[in-house]
């Protein structure tokens, strides 16, 4: 009996995504996240990234697809080699590796290696498509996926996608985290073409979509007047036990402390060093403040740049599990973004996935950043902290000194974004809601 309420409740579900589900990388722990409680025998991933380590208990199987499995590209450059199931590639030589021996290459295989020299190899590659292989049909037949949910964010995938969609007759459910649809393939030397593309498989692909998600209210207005139809917001969740928690006053301290926890691309150190430069100048004015600062290992280079004592210093790498305890410890988190033109073009419309997690800590947050982007608007609008939306040393100052110099100030930002926290980000209901999104297309697509 309980077997046949998991059936009719759950979909079976496949990922279909340039990421599986593994601690790598953001979009991995994401995926995490939203599918946590997923009945394993009904969740199954195809994706795109052959050197990722996926979470094995996690799902019935994942199953990466290699360069080599590129109808065209894998044919020419490496014999067409199977995918890999729940695990990393094999090491296989590509057309433009230096250890390939070029005595060997055939005319096209020479040819290719010409143009990669001066072409990005992911635009290349893009023009191309995935065949998926005997093995992984063989798996995707025996799971009869009843919906596909996936991010999308590339040619491959969504290609990827309508191919898996057509085979089985499965909705598709689309997840925008970013505004890749404007900036994706902007400066590739086949640009026309890979956004010709582009713009075809996404109209064909909100047409299967019965449900679509994006990662945030702005968003949700800017898709829907630009693409039609209606967009549902679905930013990223914390855990229950983790709101739940009795709310504490951090440790007494002699430095009032700041905290940043998140990666460092897309040049959001530059906006945190502003912020170490604007701790410098308020300490030479007399007011104490440290700011440390967490980042995965891959940003250890740009990390070093933010080391500026005694104001600011990076801390080391939290695990998942470790970064909302960690924020509890601080008196006030940190949200940065790039005033980068690129960079501002990209997250305009995207919430962070890191701000349900400060809201969760119940510690004022102090925002930095273009004042157009959904997440320091969200951040002012919600009332969870100060935002500081220019680049501008005095306003900067002036927000530091009115969270340094006022407890008052700093529990009440906090408590109103714990509040938000439990509204709108407890991972119970926002998992509960995906399950009824992704039943309802399934059985949309049954009907």
Known sequence: MADESIENRYPRVLVVNG???????????????????????????????PKARPEPAFCRWQY??????????????????????????????SIDD???????????????????????????????????????????????????????????????????????SAPIVPHFTDDWPTTQYAFSAFRFSLRRTMRRCLTEILARSPRRLVIGDAMAEEYSRRFGGDFEPFVNCVEPELLERPITAPTPRE?????????????????????????MQLRDAGLEAEALVHAPVQFTGEAKRLNIPP???????????????????????IHVESFGRSSRIYAKYSVSTKIPQCMASARPILAYGPEELASIRYVRESGSGLAVGHRDQDELKTALRR????????EQLGAVGHRVACARHNAATERERLRSILDDAAMAARA
């Open 19 to 49: 990421q599986p589900f593994w601690q790598g990388c953001g979009t991995g722990l994401t995926l995490m996240n939203l599918f946590k409680g997923w009945p394993k025998d009904r969740l199954a991933c195809l994706h795109t990234s």
């Open 64 to 93: 990466a697809l290699s360069p080599s499995n590129l109808r065209f590209i894998g044919r020419v450059s490496q014999n067409g080699s199977a995918g890999v199931a729940n695990g990393t590639a094999p090491i296989v030589r």
């Open 98 to 168: 230096p250890k390939a021996d070029s005595r060997y290459d055939s005319p096209i295989r020479s040819y290719l290696r010409q143009i990669k020299a001066y072409v990005p190899r992911q635009g290349l590659k893009d023009l191309d498509a995935y065949r998926i292989p005997p093995a992984g049909l063989e798996r995707l037949d025996e799971f009869k996926p009843q919906v596909i949910y996936t991010m999308l964010a590339s040619n491959l995938v969504m290609k990827l996608c309508l191919d898996v969609a057509d085979r089985y």
């Open 255 to 279: 430095k009032i402390r700041l905290m940043y926890v998140g990666a460092l691309h897309l040049d959001r150190w530059r906006s945190l060093r502003d912020i170490g430069m604007a701790l």
């Open 311 to 333: 104001v600011m210093r990076f801390a080391g790498v939290l695990a998942a599990s470790e970064v909302v305890p960690a924020l509890r410890g601080a008196d006030v988190v």
């Open 403 to 410: 969270l340094i110099g006022s407890r008052e100030l700093r």
